[in-house]
């Protein structure tokens, strides 16, 4: 019966030790074509603060070691690109792959036009009208 207790205590230790191991996630940031964003930055954020956090290669992977299991918000930016966050769960004890897919940023500019030029209308020089029909000479003599 001592023997039976030593065991099960072993067995419950050894399951508490993997259920702690810290794990690694990793994966690609790539664009919506597919191909890798070198550079991106990804961090997990555990009650709004970064618990661990990244940068991708030049082939668009990241890695992130020694992450432990719980409740995160995975987040990646990158320039040109709409930030992206998701919750997250991590548990289990070995390398989770997680690739993100980034979505293009949309850019607003806006433009104001301001016309300054104004139009005058001078009844006292009809050189100065716009759209008018000066009738000058032998034409002001046909009416």
């Given at each position: 019966?001592?023997?039976?207790?030593?065991?099960?205590?072993?067995?419950?230790?050894?399951?508490?030790?993997?259920a702690q191991t810290p794990l690694t996630l990793q994966g690609i940031v790539a664009?919506?074509?597919?191909?890798?964003?070198?550079?991106?930055?990804?961090?997990?954020?555990?009650?709004?603060?970064?618990?661990?956090?990244?940068?991708?290669?030049?082939?668009?992977?990241?890695?992130?070691?020694?992450?432990?299991?719980?409740?995160?918000?995975?987040?990646?930016?990158?320039?040109?690109?709409?930030?992206?966050?998701?919750?997250?769960?991590?548990?289990?004890?070995?390398?989770?792959?997680?690739d993100i897919p980034m979505k293009l940023a949309i850019e607003t500019q806006q433009?104001?036009?301001?016309?300054?030029?104004e139009l005058l209308l001078d009844a006292s020089d009809p050189g100065k009208n716009?759209?008018?029909?000066?009738?000058?000479?032998?034409?002001?003599?046909?009416?």
């Amino acid at each position: 019966m001592k023997m039976l207790g030593v065991y099960l205590f072993a067995v419950a230790s050894v399951s508490t030790a993997v259920a702690q191991t810290p794990l690694t996630l990793q994966g690609i940031v790539a664009d919506p074509s597919g191909a890798s964003i070198p550079g991106a930055a990804v961090a997990l954020l555990s009650g709004g603060t970064v618990a661990r956090n990244a940068e991708s290669d030049a082939n668009g992977k990241y890695t992130i070691t020694a992450v432990k299991p719980g409740k995160y918000i995975l987040k990646a930016t990158s320039t040109g690109f709409a930030n992206y966050e998701r919750p997250v769960e991590i548990r289990g004890d070995r390398t989770i792959n997680f690739d993100i897919p980034m979505k293009l940023a949309i850019e607003t500019q806006q433009i104001t036009v301001s016309d300054t030029t104004e139009l005058l209308l001078d009844a006292s020089d009809p050189g100065k009208n716009v759209g008018s029909l000066v009738l000058k000479g032998e034409d002001l003599q046909m009416l």
